[in-house]
């Protein structure tokens, strides 16, 4: 009878995978088919915008919940999960930073087009309908992603809260006579999520809502290179996806570590640092004047938005190379004047 139930299993969950990849390939497939008919300067109407919303919704939930079954539901997934001592909550964690680094590369994507088609043309008025094709598409991810993590953070939460449950009933003298099971955690509400994640929520709303309706109806008519170089900013963050997979899987100590974490400075410094100040600088050639004199003429509304943008870069920028100083250091070995870190741990 087990093993009936096991082939069963094996097949319902084969299904549902097949299913899932159905989904997701298909919402992609029509998401291209609808844009590909346009011209590069075309527009993308509000109905056909619509579509690929719906379309990008279902493509990220799909692709998440594919990796989640994948990794959860198969024999493959299980002899993983056991090799790396991974959590329920800990598999969603990865599935959604997986998503997120599949987000960026289409957003990279996006951003390559533009430019190249925008910057290289009329500067202030050219645009090619990806940006606003992608700002439709990808909007539905931070909504999504909202989702995402709220799942993730109801797993890390009762996976944490079942332990300590275990562990206090075992340190009573009668555990063996209330029984082995653990009381089940209460699931935490979203509106606890909220509280707990005020910081990230508030940055998807704002860049799902108001930086969606900048790129869509608020720019003025104004071409898309600058666009361009803001969908590129994404360009770090697979490797800041990966830094993360790479700590759940126990990896902080191995070389990928230290590699990925320098790939993701430099990435982080070229697209999100020095990204808008180049595209000021292209703006600056394209209307004949200084660097300064070109920071001076714009609207004062531009000028807010490129210090909104520039100035947590920079201070991510600065957190994240002092984080990396201190991996580096540590896996210096320490000479023969300065105590090894677990010595000077067990004197302080």
């Given at each position: 009878?087990?093993?009936?139930?096991?082939?069963l299993?094996?097949?319902?969950?084969?299904v549902?995978?097949?299913?899932?990849?159905?989904f997701?390939?298909?919402?992609?497939?029509?998401?291209?088919?609808?844009?590909?008919?346009l011209?590069?300067?075309?527009?993308?109407?509000?109905?056909?915008?619509?579509?690929?919303?719906?379309?990008?919704?279902?493509?990220?939930?799909?692709?998440?919940e594919?990796?989640?079954?994948?990794?959860l539901?198969?024999?493959?997934g299980?002899?993983w999960?056991?090799r790396h001592?991974l959590?329920?909550?800990?598999?969603?964690?990865i599935s959604?930073?997986?998503?997120?680094?599949?987000?960026?590369?289409?957003?990279?994507?996006?951003g390559?087009v533009?430019?190249?088609w925008?910057?290289?043309?009329d500067?202030?008025r050219?645009?090619h309908f990806?940006?606003?094709?992608?700002?439709?598409?990808?909007?539905?991810y931070?909504?999504?992603d909202?989702?995402?993590?709220?799942?993730v953070?109801?797993h890390?939460?009762?996976?944490?809260?079942?332990?300590?449950?275990?562990?206090?009933?075992?340190?009573?003298?009668d555990?063996?006579s209330?029984?082995?099971?653990a009381?089940?955690?209460?699931?935490p509400?979203f509106?606890?999520?909220?509280?707990?994640e005020?910081?990230?929520?508030?940055?998807?709303?704002?860049?799902?809502?108001?930086?969606?309706l900048v790129?869509?109806h608020?720019?003025?008519?104004l071409?898309?290179c600058?666009f361009?170089?803001?969908?590129?900013?994404?360009l770090?963050?697979?490797?800041?996806?990966?830094?993360?997979?790479?700590?759940?899987?126990?990896?902080?100590?191995s070389?990928?570590?230290?590699?990925?974490?320098?790939?993701m400075l430099?990435?982080?410094l070229?697209?999100?640092v020095?990204?808008?100040?180049y595209a000021c600088?292209?703006?600056?050639?394209?209307?004949?004047?200084?660097?300064?004199?070109?920071?001076?003429?714009?609207p004062?509304?531009c000028?807010?938005?490129?210090?909104?943008?520039?100035?947590p870069?920079?201070?991510?920028?600065y957190l994240?190379?002092?984080?990396?100083?201190k991996?580096?250091?540590?896996?210096e070995p320490?000479?023969?004047?300065e105590p090894a870190?677990?010595?000077?741990?067990?004197?302080?």
């Amino acid at each position: 009878m087990e093993l009936t139930i096991s082939k069963l299993q094996m097949r319902h969950h084969r299904v549902m995978m097949c299913v899932l990849t159905a989904f997701n390939v298909s919402a992609l497939a029509a998401a291209i088919n609808l844009v590909l008919v346009l011209d590069p300067e075309d527009r993308i109407s509000v109905r056909r915008g619509a579509v690929l919303t719906a379309l990008g919704l279902v493509y990220f939930v799909s692709l998440f919940e594919l990796i989640n079954v994948a990794a959860l539901l198969t024999g493959a997934g299980a002899r993983w999960r056991r090799r790396h001592r991974l959590s329920c909550g800990d598999v969603l964690d990865i599935s959604n930073k997986l998503v997120s680094a599949v987000q960026a590369a289409f957003s990279c994507v996006t951003g390559a087009v533009v430019c190249a088609w925008s910057c290289t043309r009329d500067l202030m008025r050219t645009s090619h309908f990806m940006s606003e094709a992608y700002a439709w598409f990808g909007a539905a991810y931070f909504f999504y992603d909202i989702w995402s993590m709220y799942m993730v953070y109801v797993h890390m939460t009762t996976n944490s809260e079942y332990f300590r449950s275990k562990l206090r009933r075992a340190s009573k003298p009668d555990a063996l006579s209330a029984g082995d099971g653990a009381p089940a955690p209460r699931r935490p509400s979203f509106l606890a999520y909220c509280r707990h994640e005020p910081v990230i929520l508030m940055h998807h709303l704002f860049i799902g809502g108001f930086g969606f309706l900048v790129i869509v109806h608020l720019r003025g008519g104004l071409g898309d290179c600058v666009f361009g170089f803001v969908y590129l900013m994404e360009l770090s963050t697979p490797f800041v996806s990966l830094r993360g997979v790479l700590s759940r899987l126990r990896l902080k100590r191995s070389r990928a570590y230290v590699l990925n974490g320098l790939a993701m400075l430099l990435a982080f410094l070229l697209c999100r640092v020095l990204a808008l100040p180049y595209a000021c600088l292209l703006y600056a050639r394209a209307a004949g004047l200084s660097y300064a004199d070109a920071l001076r003429s714009l609207p004062a509304g531009c000028k807010l938005s490129i210090g909104a943008l520039l100035l947590p870069q920079l201070y991510w920028f600065y957190l994240m190379s002092a984080g990396a100083v201190k991996v580096l250091r540590a896996r210096e070995p320490p000479t023969s004047a300065e105590p090894a870190a677990g010595d000077a741990d067990k004197r302080s």
